[in-house]
């Protein structure tokens, strides 16, 4: 079992920033793709960023150049630093990794969410 411990959000002003970390915990063989997702209330959970084992980003077009993905693999961590933050950026953000136990199996994991709060 795996746990994804994250960390960072809070309240900050518009065009502030914030920097969210998140653990992978447990028994892990391998971390590959590890991405941030964000929820709107009433809405479903959007992809906002991922980075490949390998460290190649994504990003969705509203937050591309604004956000930035990466990650320490002997750490095993991602975190998502966001500058110049937007109202509309307010959301419950998620940490979410594909972690293999073993060479032969992968599974997929969340976090419980931490709240960017952003005032205008």
């Known amino acids: 079992q795996v746990e994804l411990v994250e960390s960072g959000g809070g309240l900050v002003q518009s065009g502030g920033s914030l920097r969210l970390s998140c653990q992978a915990i447990?028994?892990?063989?391998?971390?590959?793709?590890m991405s941030w997702y964000r929820r709107y209330p009433g809405k479903q959970r959007e992809l906002v960023a991922s980075?490949?084992?390998?460290?190649?980003?994504q990003y969705v077009d509203s937050v591309k150049g604004r956000f930035t993905i990466s990650r320490d693999n002997a750490k095993k961590t991602v975190s998502l630093q966001m500058n110049t933050l937007k109202p509309e950026d307010a959301a419950v953000y998620y940490c979410?990794?594909?972690?293999?136990?073993?060479?032969?199996?992968?599974?997929?994991?969340w976090g419980r969410g931490t709240q960017v709060t952003v005032s205008p």
């Open positions: 979410n990794a594909d972690v293999q136990h073993s060479p032969k199996y992968e599974y997929n994991y």
């Open positions: 447990g028994q892990i063989y391998r971390i590959n793709e």
């Open positions: 980075i490949s084992a390998g460290g190649s980003p």
